[in-house]
C-alpha cells in the first residue's frame, strides 16, 4: 500500500485557522423550514465547512436572537464534540414563539469560528388547548365506506386585518385534502396537504407564514376541499371513505400587531361553502373539472357569497394535532415530452371520432401533466379533454391492465371566449404513475407542441443526500431508476407503488428499503413520522401489513379488525427505527419506539411458543421470489417458517443492541438471551451440521449468513453453498423481498465477491439490469414485469414502479463504492450517524471505477476509485467532525484518518488479487463458471447442443458436476430426455475454450 503525500501530512494552514459553520438545523428540518413545529426543546445540528484537516470540535456555544439580531438567550459553553442533534439548552418554547438560534464552534486547536447565521425556529399550536378553531364542512354526516359523489366544496369567510400588522401564520389542516387561498393568493406551495397519517390517531397540520399575503383592511379567505385517502377509494374491491364521509376543514389564522394585540380568525359557523368546478375527484381514478363553472373571485374579499351555504360546524378531531416533522409534498421539477405522437385513430377508452395525442415523457413519473391551451387552438364552449395515463405500452396501446381497477383518467369541460385566454389543465387532488399519456378530445389537440405539455412530477420534498456512480452506464442507470423509483413513492407515506389500486404503506416494502432511501435522501423526519402511525395502528403488539393501516378488517385481513403478524412486513417496526438511528444518530426516535418494538418481538415469541420457532400461519414469504408463478407471489423457494423464525432472532437481536443504546442494560441482557435461544432453536430446527439450511435456497442462506444464526464454523460452508447456487443459476437472481437486500451482502462476508459482482452485473431475465436493458426509468415489482418480447406480466401485480428490489443500492453504496456509516453491534452512539465511516471498497466485475458520495449530518463525505494503468486509486472525503476506517482490498491493516482528503494507491493487481488461470478441460466447472468469458462460450456451446434453452438452464443441468472437470462435464451433459453425446459436445467445448484463449492472448 502507498499513500499520497496528502493522505499522510495535513495541508498547509495557518495555525489556529477559524472554523465556520455552514449549515444550522433544527430536528430533521431542512434548513429554513423550522415553523411550526411540534415541540418546545427541539435539538439542533450543525455542519462546519470544509478547513483545516482532522478537525474536530472540542466546545460549542448557542444563542437565540430576535428578528432584529439582539440576543435574547444564551447557554454557557459546552465542552463537547456533539454537533449532531444536540439537546436544547434554552427554556422551552412556548405555542407560537418565534427565535433564531445560532452556533460557534471552537476546535481542538482552539480557533473559534464566528457566530453562524441565524437559523428561525418557531413552535406550532403545543397544547390543544391553542385550538379555538372548529372543523367545518359541506357534506351531510353519512355512515364510513358508504360512496359519495359531490363535487368538492368552496368554504370562505371575509375578515378584517387593523393596521400594524407584523406577523400572520395561518395554522392548516383538513379531513380530507385542502387548497388554501388568501386574497386569491395560494397558501403555500404544498400539494396532497395534509398528507396521510393514522387519522384515528394523529392528523398532521403545517403552519405557514402568511404575513405577506394579508392586507391592511378586508380581506378574504378561501379553502377547497378534495377527498384524498380520508374520503377517497383506498385499496382494492371499491373501499372508499373508510375514515369518514365528511370533507372538513380546520384553520386558525393567528395575526400579531407591532403594539402586540393579536387577533384570531378561525373556522366556525360563520364561513360558507358552495360547490366548486371540480365535480369528482380521487387519488385512484383522477379528477373532472367543468372549468366553464369556475369563477376566481370568489377568493377576494369583494365577492357578494349571498346565495352560499353556511357550512356545518363540527367538534374538534379526537385525533392528536400533530405538527408536521418533515417536507411536504411538492412539486419538485417538470419534465417536457420525449415525443408527441398523433394516433391514427382513438385511444384507450377513447370515443369514436375522438382524436387522441400520445405524450411520452421519457421516463415513468409520478405527479399529473399539465396542458397549456393557447388562445390559437380554438376551443370552443363545452369541449372535453380527457387523459388517460399508463407506465407503459403493450404492443403499441396503452398498458392499462396493471392499473386494475384505478382509472387514472383527468377530464376537463373547457370554457371559450376572451374571458377564457389561455387555459391551464392540470388537477388538484390526484396524482398518477406515468410514462405515457393519451390526451383525447377535438381535433384541435393535433396542433398542441412539446411546449404546451409537461409532465408535473410530485414528491415529498426530501433532501438530495446521496449519489453513485460507475464505469458501468447500466449500472447508473440503475441506481438513476432507484432513486426515481423511491421519489415518485414518498409521497406522504412509503408507498409500494404510485398508480394502480394500491398505493399503501407497504411495511414490508419499506423495511428493506429503508437503508437506501435514507442514503439517497434526508429522510430521518419522513421516517419519524411514519413510524409514529407504525405504533398508533400497532394493535397487540402485531404491526399491521400497510401503515396507515385500511387493510385490518373483515373482507380484507383478520376479521376481527386486528392486524395479522407476518415476518420481514411487521418488522419494520422494529428495523426501521434502527435505521433512523444508525444513518442520522438519532437516539430519541429508538427511545420513543422502544415500546412499539418491544411490543412487536413479544407477540413474535407468543406466536413462536415455547419451543421459539415462528412456524405455521399467514406469511408473505419470500415475496415475488422470480421462481414464483405469476399468480402467486408467496410461493417461494424459501419455506417461510425459516424466514419467520429469522426475523424473530433479529428482532430480539435489534432489540438489545437498542436498549444498550438507550443504557437500559437489563433490558439489553434479556434481549441479547432471547436471541441466542432462538439462535439455537433455528439451528436446531433448520440447520445441519455442516452448515446447510432447509429449502437450500440463496434466501435462507442469506438471512443465516447476515444475521449470524449459523454454528460455528457452519458459515462458510453456507456461504460456499449460497455461491454455488448463484453460479448454478447463470448467474440470475433467486430472491424476494426478504432475500434481495441481503444476498450480496451474504456473497461479500463470506469471501464470494466476485460471485456477487456477477449477479448484480447480469443483464439477463431475472436480474437488476434486465429492467435497465428494456427501457425502465424506475425499478420494477417485478423480476420481469416486462417479459422479453415486449407483453406485460400476466400478474395482476404488475407495477413498474416499485422501488423494494432497488434495495441492492445500499449495497452498491456501502461495499462496490465502499461508502458504510459504522455500525456497532455493542450499541455505542457515539459512531452512529456517520460520525464514524467506514470505507471498504471492494473492487471487481470488471468495473474500472465506481465512486459514491453522501450529505452525512456531519457534511459531504465521499469513496471512489478507480483502476489507472496499472495502479488502482482510492480516494476519500471526510467531514469536519466525523472519522473514517478505510479497508483497503489488499487486507491490510485498516488505516484511520480524520477530516480531510485523502488518497490512497495500490498496485492493480493488489487491489484486484490473483487473477484466475485460464480455463481449460482440466479445470473444475466451477471455474468455468467463474470466468465470464469462458463460460459464455462454454454455455453457448452447451445451449446448441440442447442443454438448456438458455445458458442459465444449461447451468441448472450441470451443477450436481461442478466438483468435476469441464472434460467430465462435457462427456456427461445432455439435452432433457437424452443421453449425452460425448465426443461432439467435448469437441465443441474445446473448440469455445480455444476462441476464448485466443482472443484472450490477442488482446
Known amino acids: 500500500m502507498t499513500t499520497d503525500q496528502a493522505a499522510t501530512t495535513p495541508a498547509p494552514t495557518s495555525a489556529g485557522a477559524a472554523p465556520s459553520v455552514a449549515v444550522l438545523r433544527v430536528e430533521h428540518h431542512r434548513a429554513g423550514e423550522a415553523v411550526g413545529i411540534g415541540g418546545g426543546a427541539p ?52 405555542s407560537g414563539q418565534r427565535v433564531s438560534a445560532q452556533v460557534r464552534a471552537t476546535g481542538a486547536d482552539g480557533a473559534t469560528s464566528p457566530w453562524s447565521a441565524p437559523e428561525p425556529v418557531e413552535a406550532g399550536l403545543l397544547r390543544r388547548e391553542d385550538w379555538s378553531a372548529a372543523l367545518v364542512t359541506a357534506d351531510p354526516p353519512g355512515e364510513p365506506g358508504a360512496p359519495v359523489a359531490s363535487p368538492a366544496p368552496r368554504l370562505r369567510r371575509i375578515f378584517t386585518v387593523r393596521p400594524g400588522l407584523v406577523r400572520a401564520r395561518l395554522h392548516l389542516t383538513a379531513h380530507g385534502l385542502v387548497e388554501a387561498h388568501l386574497n386569491g393568493r395560494r397558501v403555500g406551495d404544498e400539494l396532497l396537504a395534509p398528507g396521510w397519517t393514522a387519522y384515528r390517531s394523529r392528523l398532521r397540520y403545517r403552519t405557514h407564514d402568511v404575513t405577506d399575503l394579508l392586507v391592511e383592511g378586508d380581506n378574504a379567505v378561501g379553502a377547497l376541499l378534495g377527498s384524498g385517502w380520508w374520503r377517497g377509494r383506498l385499496a382494492w374491491g371499491g373501499r372508499r371513505a373508510l375514515y369518514g364521509t365528511q370533507r372538513a376543514l380546520l384553520a386558525q389564522l393567528e395575526l400579531t400587531y407591532a403594539d402586540g394585540s393579536t387577533d384570531r380568525v378561525v373556522t366556525d359557523a360563520s364561513w360558507r361553502t358552495s360547490p366548486s368546478e371540480v365535480l369528482e375527484d380521487d387519488l385512484y381514478d383522477g379528477e373532472h373539472v367543468d372549468l366553464r363553472l369556475r369563477d376566481d373571485a370568489w377568493l377576494q374579499p369583494g365577492f357578494d357569497d349571498g346565495d352560499w351555504q353556511p357550512v356545518i360546524e363540527l367538534p374538534l378531531p379526537e385525533a392528536e394535532l400533530a405538527a408536521a416533522d418533515s417536507a411536504p409534498v411538492r412539486a419538485v421539477r417538470a419534465v417536457r415530452p420525449q415525443a408527441l405522437e398523433v394516433l391514427d385513430g382513438p385511444g384507450a377508452g377513447a370515443d369514436p371520432g375522438q382524436t387522441t395525442v400520445r405524450v411520452d415523457l421519457g421516463e415513468n413519473v409520478v405527479g399529473h401533466l399539465r396542458l397549456r391551451l393557447r388562445p390559437e387552438l380554438a376551443v370552443q364552449e363545452g369541449d372535453r379533454v380527457v387523459v388517460r395515463q399508463a407506465e407503459v405500452l403493450e404492443h403499441g396501446a396503452l398498458g392499462v391492465r396493471p392499473l386494475r381497477t384505478a382509472r387514472a383518467t383527468d377530464t376537463y369541460d373547457l370554457a371559450a371566449g376572451a374571458s377564457a ?57 440503475l441506481h438513476a431508476n432507484v432513486l426515481r423509483g423511491w421519489q415518485g413513492n414518498a409521497v406522504d407515506v412509503p408507498t409500494d407503488c404510485p398508480q394502480r389500486d394500491e398505493r399503501l404503506g407497504w411495511t414490508g416494502d419499506a423495511q428493506v428499503f429503508s437503508p437506501t432511501a435514507s442514503f439517497l435522501t434526508r429522510s430521518g423526519g419522513f421516517w419519524t413520522s411514519w ?22 378488517g373483515p373482507g380484507v385481513f383478520g376479521a376481527d379488525g386486528a392486524p395479522v403478524p407476518a415476518a420481514a412486513w411487521g418488522d419494520a417496526g422494529v428495523v426501521v427505527p434502527w435505521v433512523v438511528f444508525e444513518r442520522t444518530g438519532d437516539t430519541a426516535v429508538l427511545a ?60 430480539a437481536e435489534l432489540l438489545a443492541r437498542t436498549a444498550r443504546v438507550l443504557g437500559r442494560d437489563e433490558d439489553a441482557a434479556h434481549w441479547d438471551d432471547v436471541a441466542q435461544r432462538v439462535r439455537r432453536a433455528f ?5 445441519t451440521g455442516s452448515g446447510r439450511v432447509l429449502s437450500d435456497c440463496p434466501t435462507v442462506y442469506a438471512v443465516a449468513i447476515c444475521w449470524d444464526l449459523l454454528p460455528d464454523g457452519a458459515r462458510q460452508h453456507a456461504g460456499d453453498r449460497l455461491a454455488d447456487l448463484v453460479r448454478t443459476s447463470g448467474f440470475r437472481i433467486s430472491t424476494g423481498f426478504v432475500g434481495t437486500p441481503l444476498v450480496t451482502d451474504a456473497l461479500t462476508l463470506t469471501g464470494h465477491v466476485d460471485v456477487a459482482h456477477r449477479l448484480l452485473l447480469q443483464r439477463r431475465v431475472p436480474s437488476w439490469l434486465y429492467p435497465v436493458t428494456m427501457g425502465a426509468t424506475t425499478v420494477w415489482e417485478r423480476w420481469d414485469s416486462m417479459l422479453p418480447d415486449g407483453t406485460i406480466n400476466p400478474g395482476e401485480m404488475t407495477s413498474f414502479n416499485h422501488y423494494a428490489l432497488g434495495a441492492v443500492a445500499d449495497w452498491m453504496h456501502r461495499t462496490l463504492a465502499g ?11 457515539s459512531t452512529a450517524g456517520y460520525r464514524e465511516i467506514v470505507v471498504a471498497p471492494r473492487p471487481g466485475g470488471g468495473l474500472t471505477s465506481a465512486s459514491a458520495w453522501h450529505d452525512t449530518p456531519y457534511g459531504r463525505a465521499s469513496a471512489g476509485w478507480r483502476a489507472e494503468g496499472g495502479a488502482w486509486r482510492l480516494d476519500v472525503v471526510v467531514p469536519p467532525g466525523a472519522r473514517a476506517v478505510v479497508h483497503l482490498p489488499d487486507g491490510s491493516e485498516p488505516v484511520r484518518v480524520g477530516s480531510g482528503e485523502h488518497a490512497f494507491s495500490l498496485p492493480l493487481a493488489a487491489a484486484l488479487g490473483r487473477p484466475s488461470r485460464p480455463v481449460g478441460l482440466g479445470s473444475s466447472v466451477r471455474e468455468l463458471l467463474d470466468d465470464a468469458r469462458a463460460w459464455d462460450a462454454v454455455s453457448a456451446a452447451l445451449v446448441a447442443a440442447g442443454v438448456g434453452q438458455d445458458d442459465a438452464e444449461a447451468a441448472r443441468r450441470i451443477a450436481p458436476l461442478l466438483e468435476r472437470d469441464v472434460r467430465t462435464m462435457a462427456l456427461s451433459a445432455s439435452a432433457p430426455g437424452s443421453v449425452p453425446s460425448g465426443s461432439p459436445l467435448l469437441d465443441a467445448v474445446e473448440q469455445a475454450l480455444d476462441g476464448v484463449a485466443s482472443t484472450s492472448s490477442s488482446s
Open 43 to 94: 435539538r439542533l445540528s450543525w455542519q462546519v465547512a470544509p478547513g483545516p484537516r482532522d478537525w474536530v470540535q472540542a466546545r460549542y456555544e448557542l444563542r437565540l436572537v430576535d428578528d432584529d439580531g439582539r440576543v435574547v438567550a444564551a447557554a454557557a459553553p459546552v465542552d463537547s464534540a456533539d454537533q449532531v442533534l444536540v439537546p436544547w439548552p434554552f427554556a422551552p418554547l412556548t
Open 421 to 477: 385566454g389561455a387555459q391551464v389543465l392540470e388537477p388538484r387532488f390526484t396524482f398518477h404513475g406515468f410514462r405515457y399519456a393519451e390526451v383525447s378530445g377535438p381535433a384541435w389537440l393535433t396542433h398542441l407542441t412539446s411546449d404546451d405539455v409537461e409532465g408535473v412530477v410530485i414528491t415529498s420534498d426530501l433532501e438530495p443526500a446521496g449519489g453513485f456512480s460507475s464505469s458501468e452506464p447500466l449500472l447508473d442507470q
Open 531 to 552: 413510524l409514529k402511525d407504525v405504533a398508533a395502528d400497532q394493535v397487540d403488539g402485531a404491526v399491521p401489513f400497510v401503515v396507515p393501516d385500511v387493510l385490518s
Open 592 to 651: 420513543r419506539q422502544w415500546p412499539s418494538m418491544v411490543a412487536w418481538v413479544e407477540r413474535l415469541l407468543r406466536e413462536a411458543g415455547e419451543d421459539l420457532l415462528w412456524a405455521g400461519g399467514f406469511q408473505f414469504g419470500d415475496w415475488l421470489d422470480p421462481t414464483a408463478p405469476p399468480d402467486d407471489a408467496a410461493a417461494a423457494q424459501a419455506d417461510p417458517d425459516v424466514i419467520a423464525t429469522a426475523h424473530l432472532a433479529r428482532g
Open 683 to 687: 439451528t436446531a430446527e433448520y440447520v
Open 819 to 829: 461508502l458504510a456509516p459504522a455500525s456497532d453491534p455493542a450499541g455505542d452512539p
